[in-house]
Structure formats: structure tokens, C-alpha cells
């Protein structure tokens, strides 16, 4: 699956959009059944430390749009942590689909 990777304001580099790819396919392995993943990166102002904010969409079927957003250091720390959460609201997900 292609993520939709979105730089608002300014260009990801070629290494950022393949790390977030990578966290991506691995996401999409364990719940094949994700329709999409939109990735939004930005710099928040001021140019301060934990400037970095990563919000990441994932379309579901038979759901409302999943979405996390995080602020970090560096843009990688941030879609980690961004996809951490989005893991934990699909295994909620997936346990209240099972018990429906």
C-alpha cells in the first residue's frame, strides 16, 4: 500500500518519505484490510524543540477515519509515535468488531 504523503510548507526528503513508507507497509501487514493512510508532516512555529508534527488518517471500512497526531523532536520520532497510537485505536477496533 502507498501512503499519501503530505509536506505542508516545506519538501520531505526522499530518506523521510521512505521511512514513512516502511512504517507503513508494516502497519498495513498486520491489518490488511486499511483502505488508505494519508501522512500530513509539518514544522510548527516557533523553531523551538519538539517542533515536528507528524498527523496521520487511516481510512477503515465500515469505521470513521482513524487519526492521530503527534509533535516531537524529529519527524521520524513523530510518525512513530503517531502510528503507535493509530495501532492501538485499530486493535480497539478490531476487538469491538469481534465481540459485535
Known sequence: ?????????????????????????????????????????????PETANNKECGILIQVPNSPALFASKTADTFEEAVDESLNALERQIEKLKDKNANA
Request: glycine share 0%; no cysteine.
Open 1 to 45: 500500500m502507498v501512503a499519501q504523503i503530505n509536506a505542508i510548507h516545506f519538501e520531505a526528503s526522499e530518506r523521510l518519505e521512505q521511512f514513512i513508507q516502511k512504517k507503513v507497509d508494516r502497519l498495513y501487514r498486520r491489518f490488511d484490510w486499511i483502505l488508505a493512510v494519508e501522512v500530513n508532516l509539518r514544522v510548527v512555529k
